[in-house]
């Protein structure tokens, strides 16, 4: 039971991640449609991978300090309130990669 549970995990893990980095098939096209260059894109997926590390070091942290289930609806809560105030859309996706280029 255990085994299969570990691959199963494993597998899913790895479906997970493939899934989300399989940016560098798509950077070429990325540059050419956004007009952006190869330097700037780097910036932008650092930034990203930076914030997602430190998220998971901050959050490791107060999982283990606070009650599952609290954390849990916490989390939810907070997430459905930012994504009806900003809105997941290409649109706000776009902004973001503006203000980051252009700073």
Known sequence: MRARQLGLTTFGYAIFYFVRKNIPVALPLMEKDLGVGKTQLGAFLTA??????????????????????????????LRAMLENKYGISFRSLEKLFDILISS
């Not at 990203?48 to 599952?68: A, P, W």
Request: aromatic letters at 6%.
């Open 48 to 77: 990203g991978d930076s914030v997602y590390g430190v998220s998971k070091l901050v959050n490791g942290f107060l999982g283990e300090t606070r009650e599952l289930v609290v954390g849990l609806v916490a989390d939810r809560t």
